[in-house]
C-alpha cells in the first residue's frame, strides 16, 4: 500500500517521506526511528508511533490477504479450506464479528457495573464513595491507554483491529457515546445520592455559596498563605503562549478585562494547580457547623480569589479545565541497549502525551470552551461538560481522614494456616504438605515469613523471585536485601514496565542492585508477569526447592484488597520447573519441556485449547463434561472459539470474569451451554482459576494469566496444577460458592449488557462475605 492512499497523514509529512525514500506502508514499517526524528517536523515519539502503526498495518493487510484466500478456497470447496476455517464449524463462522462484544464498549460495561456499586443501599456509605472514585480512576485510565491507541490507530486509516469487526473509528463513536453517559451518570450520583447522603451523616463539601464569615475569612487566610506564594498564573500573549499541560493536572481558564502593569489588553489567563497541592481541604473545628468533618474542594477556593492573582485588572469568570494525554510508553525494542535507561527516558514525556479527551466545566461559555478545544486540536465529541470537579477520583482522599467506622467495612482479621500457627518451622510445615493461601481472606504473612527464614536460615544458599508491583516500603524486598548482605545468591527478576508503576519499579531495581542483589529486567519484548518464589535450601545431601506461586503481585497492601491464591510446595518436579524459568529469564536460553508447569508464551495455549478439544471428546462420548473458569478479562479469539466449539458440542461453562468479556453467551446454536457472571464487592476479584472436568478425573489449575493475547502471547506467565486432592476440593467449593452469588453478582446477556441474578431467597448469597466468615479465623 502506498503512503498516499493512507488517511490521517498529512500532505507536508508524505512529502517529507517521499524525499527520503519511504513511499509504501511497508517501507514505513521497516524505517530506522532515528533516520525518521532527523527529518523536519518529526521527533522520537511521533516516529516511534507511525513505524507502530505502519508494522500494525502490514500485520493488517497480510490478515485480509488471508482472509481473501480462505474466501476463495471456500468458493472453490478446497478440502484445504475446511482445515484453515478459522473457527468455522459446519454452516457456522466462529470468526464471525457478530459473535464477539467489542473490547472496549466491555471495559465501559465493567466501569458501570463498579458505578453501580455507589448506589447499593447497604454497603457502607464511604465504600460507596470510594466505588464512585474507582469508576472515575478506572475511566481515566482507559482514555490514557485504550481510547489513545485507537485514536492512533484511527488517524492512520486502520480499519478492523478487533474479532468484533469494528474499525477504531466506528469504536471511537460508540466509546464516545457511552462514555459522555457514564460521565453524567458519575455526577449525578456524587451530586444527588453521595453528597445528599454524606450530609446527613455530617460529612459536607462545603460549597462557596454556604460559606459562612468565618470560614471564608479561614478560607481567605489559606489561599493567601499557603496557595497564593505557589501559583504561578499565566497572561496569554505572544510572550507566553498557552503553556504546557500536564496530564490530568488540574487548570482554570480566566478571561480577563482590562490594562495590565504595561498598559496592555489581556483577555485570557492559565493557572495551573501544582500536584503538590491537596485537592481537598479539612476546615478546622473551630470552623465547622455541622461536625468535625467539613471540606472544601481545591477548586471552590481558587475560585473564590482568583481576583488576587490578577491584581488591576477584572476576573470575569473562572473555569477549570483537565486534559487527559495518551500515557502510553514506546520503545523500539531492537534498538533498546539498556531498557532501564529507555523507560527512565520515556517516563519523562508520559505526562506531555497527545491530547485523548479534555474535561470543562459545565458553566464554561462556549467560546472558551471552542479555545481550548482548538488549542489541543480536539474535537467536540472529545468534550466532557462536567458538573463538579473535573477529577472525581480525588475525592477518595477524604476516606481517611473521616474516622466513622460505622461508615466503612467492618475490619477483619485475616486467616492463618493452621499448619504454620505457633510460630513453626515452615520449612517443616511446607515440606510435610502443600498450602493453600487465599487472599485476603487468609493473610500474607507467610509469604512474608518464608523470605525472612530463608533470609535467617544458614541452610538457605539462593532465592529467586520475580517482582512485577511491589508498592512503596516493600516488607519483602527488606528482607531479599538482608539475605543479598548476608551472602545468600538472590535473583530477582523485575519488570520495569509494569503500568503506571514503572518509577518504581525503577528506583527498586536500582536499591536492589546496590545491596548485591542480581537483577534482571525480563525479556525485552515480553513483559514478566509471573508470580514465583524459589527458595533452594541445602538439606543434607541435597538440594530441596521451596516455592511460592500465586495468581497476584508480591504486593502486601493489595493482598488486602484482592482476592488471590497462592500455593506454598516442597514438590520438587514444580520447583525444578520454576528453577528452569528463571534460568530462561536470566540466560534467555530454551527451557526445554517442563514436568508440570504451562508457560507462556510457549506451551499455556496450545495446552489450554488441547483440554478444551478433550472436554469436547469426553461429552460427545457421554461422559461428564464441564469447564469453569474464573479469570479477569476474556478476548483472545481461539479460546473463544474453543469455548464456542464446545458449548455446540454439549459441554456445560461457567466463566467467572470481573472486567472484559469479548464472549457472547446464550446465542442459539452456539453459545447456549455458556454462562457468563462477574463479581464485584469489597474486593476485587483477581484470582484466575481453570477447572475441568476431565470425565470425572478434574483437572485444577491456579494461574497468573487471563484470556488475552498479551497474556498467551507476549508475557511470560507460569500455570501450575493443584494436586492435592484436598486442596483442589477447596478451590472448587469456592468456584461453586461464586457460582451460586445472587448479591453481588452481574449476568451477561448476549446483547453485551448485564443484569443482577434474581436472588432464590430475600438474604441471598455473597461469596465474599462467606468466604470471610469462613477463612478469617484460624483455619
Known amino acids: 500500500m502506498i503512503i498516499n492512499q493512507v488517511k490521517g497523514i498529512t500532505k507536508s509529512t508524505r512529502t517529507i517521506l517521499a524525499e527520503h525514500g519511504i513511499f509504501s506502508v511497508e517501507e514505513l514499517a521497516n524505517a530506522d526511528a532515528e533516520q525518521l526524528v532527523k527529518m523536519a517536523g518529526f521527533n522520537k515519539a511521533k516516529a516511534m508511533r507511525m513505524i507502530r502503526a505502519a508494522k500494525y498495518l502490514v500485520g493488517d493487510m497480510e490478515k485480509a490477504s488471508g482472509a481473501r484466500r480462505l474466501l476463495d478456497k471456500r468458493a472453490e470447496g478446497s478440502a484445504e479450506a475446511g482445515s484453515e476455517g478459522e473457527g468455522a464449524v459446519g454452516s457456522i463462522d466462529l470468526s464471525d464479528g457478530q459473535l464477539y462484544i467489542n473490547r472496549e464498549l466491555s471495559f465501559l460495561e465493567f466501569n458501570r457495573r463498579v458505578l453501580e456499586q455507589a448506589k447499593v443501599e447497604h454497603t457502607p456509605l464511604l465504600e460507596r464513595l470510594n466505588f464512585l472514585s474507582i469508576s472515575c480512576s478506572n475511566l481515566d485510565e482507559f482514555f490514557e491507554v485504550r481510547t489513545a491507541g485507537l ?11 478487533e474479532p468484533d469487526s469494528l474499525a477504531p473509528q466506528e469504536t471511537l463513536a460508540a466509546i464516545s457515546a457511552r462514555a459522555h453517559e457514564l460521565v453524567a451518570e458519575q455526577y449525578r450520583v456524587l451530586n444527588q ?77 492559565i493557572v495551573q494547580a501544582p500536584r503538590a497541592l491537596p485537592r481537598i481541604i479539612q476546615l478546622p473545628q473551630g470552623e465547622t457547623e455541622s461536625g468535625p468533618y467539613d471540606f472544601v474542594f481545591l477548586s471552590s477556593i481558587i475560585h473564590a480569589f482568583v481576583d488576587d492573582l490578577f491584581y488591576g485588572m477584572k476576573v470575569r469568570g473562572c473555569y477549570q479545565f483537565r486534559v487527559t494525554r495518551n500515557s502510553e510508553m514506546y520503545l523500539d525494542e531492537e534498538e533498546v541497549d539498556d531498557l532501564l535507561r529507555a523507560l527512565e527516558g520515556e517516563l519523562s514525556t508520559r505526562n506531555y502525551g497527545d491530547e485523548v ?55 477483619f482479621t485475616a486467616g492463618f494456616p493452621g499448619q504454620l500457627a505457633g510460630g513453626r518451622d515452615i520449612f517443616e510445615a511446607i515440606k510435610k504438605q502443600d498450602i493453600l493461601l487465599h487472599h485476603p481472606y487468609e493473610s500474607f504473612t507467610p509469604v512474608i515469613e518464608l523470605i525472612r527464614q530463608a533470609a535467617d536460615d544458614p541452610h538457605v544458599v539462593a532465592i529467586k523471585q520475580t517482582l512485577y508491583r511491589t508498592g512503596p516500603n516493600s516488607p519483602i524486598v527488606d528482607v531479599l536485601l538482608k539475605a543479598a548482605r548476608a551472602g ?171 472486567g472484559i468479556c469479548c464472549l457472547r453467551p446464550g446465542i442459539p446454536g452456539v ?96 461469596a465474599q462475605s462467606v468466604l470471610l466468615e469462613q477463612l478469617k479465623k484460624v483455619s
Not at 485514536?151 to 483491529?161: E, V
Not at 459545565?362 to 461538560?385: A, K
Not at 451477561?748 to 434474581?758: E, M, V
Open 151 to 161: 485514536i492512533q490507530l484511527a488517524d492512520l486509516g486502520a480499519t478492523q483491529t
Open 193 to 269: 445520592v453521595m453528597l445528599p447522603l454524606l450530609a446527613e451523616q455530617g460529612i459536607r463539601f462545603v460549597r462557596r455559596s454556604e460559606w459562612n464569615p468565618s470560614q471564608h475569612a479561614w478560607l481567605k487566610k489559606y489561599f493567601e498563605e499557603e496557595l497564593l506564594p505557589i501559583l504561578s498564573p499565566i497572561g496569554l500573549d505572544p510572550a507566553h503562549p498557552f503553556p504546557r499541560i500536564l496530564n490530568k493536572s488540574l487548570n482554570f481558564i480566566v478571561p480577563l478585562s482590562g490594562k495590565d502593569a504595561f498598559g496592555r489588553d489581556i483577555t485570557l489567563a
Open 357 to 411: 479527551r479534555l474535561e470543562v466545566a459545565d458553566n464554561c461559555p462556549d467560546e472558551i470552551v471552542e479555545f481550548l478545544l482548538s488549542q489541543f486540536g480536539l474535537t467536540e465529541d472529545r468534550l466532557y461538560r462536567v458538573d463538579g470537579p473535573v477529577n472525581l477520583s480525588r475525592t477518595r482522599e477524604v476516606y481517611d481522614l473521616i474516622d466513622r467506622p460505622d461508615l466503612k467495612y467492618p475490619l
Open 488 to 658: 545468600k545468591e538472590v535473583t530477582v527478576v523485575v519488570e520495569l514496565r509494569a503500568r503506571f508503576d514503572e518509577k518504581a519499579n525503577i528506583s527498586l531495581a536500582t536499591r536492589l542492585q546496590e545491596a548485591g542483589v542480581q537483577v534482571v529486567y525480563g525479556i525485552v519484548g515480553y513483559k514478566t508477569h509471573a508470580k514465583m518464589l524459589l527458595i533452594l535450601r541445602r538439606e543434607g545431601r541435597h538440594l530441596r526447592y521451596y516455592t511460592h506461586l500465586s495468581t497476584g503481585n508480591y504486593h502486601p497492601r493489595t493482598t488486602r484488597l484482592y482476592t488471590d491464591y497462592g500455593l506454598l510446595t516442597a514438590d520438587q518436579e514444580l520447583g525444578e520447573d520454576i528453577r528452569r524459568v528463571f534460568v530462561q529469564l536470566t540466560s534467555l536460553g530454551k527451557v526445554g519441556r517442563l514436568n508440570k508447569l504451562l508457560q507462556s508464551p510457549f506451551t499455556l495455549h496450545q495446552t489450554l485449547l488441547k483440554k478444551i478439544d478433550r472436554e469436547i471428546e469426553h461429552a460427545l462420548a457421554g461422559r461428564p463434561a464441564r469447564i469453569i473458569i474464573k479469570v479477569n478479562s476474556v478476548a483472545e479469539p481461539q479460546l473463544i472459539q474453543a469455548l464456542y466449539r464446545a458449548s455446540m458440542a454439549g459441554v456445560e461453562i461457567k466463566l467467572i470474569v470481573r
Open 671 to 766: 453459545s447456549e451451554n455458556i454462562e457468563v457472571r462477574s463479581i464485584i464487592g469489597r474486593f476485587l476479584e483477581h484470582s484466575r482459576v481453570y477447572w475441568f472436568e476431565n470425565g470425572g478425573h478434574p483437572e485444577v489449575y491456579l494461574t497468573s494469566a487471563d484470556f488475552l493475547p498479551r497474556n498467551m502471547f507476549r508475557r511470560v506467565e507460569i500455570c501450575f496444577p493443584i494436586e492435592n486432592k484436598k486442596l483442589a476440593d477447596r478451590i472448587r467449593a469456592d468456584l461453586d460458592l461464586y457460582l451460586r452469588d445472587d448479591s453481588q453478582a452481574w449476568l451477561l446477556a448476549s446483547d453485551g449488557s448485564y443484569q443482577r441474578p434474581q436472588p432464590d431467597n430475600p438474604r441471598g448469597i455473597q
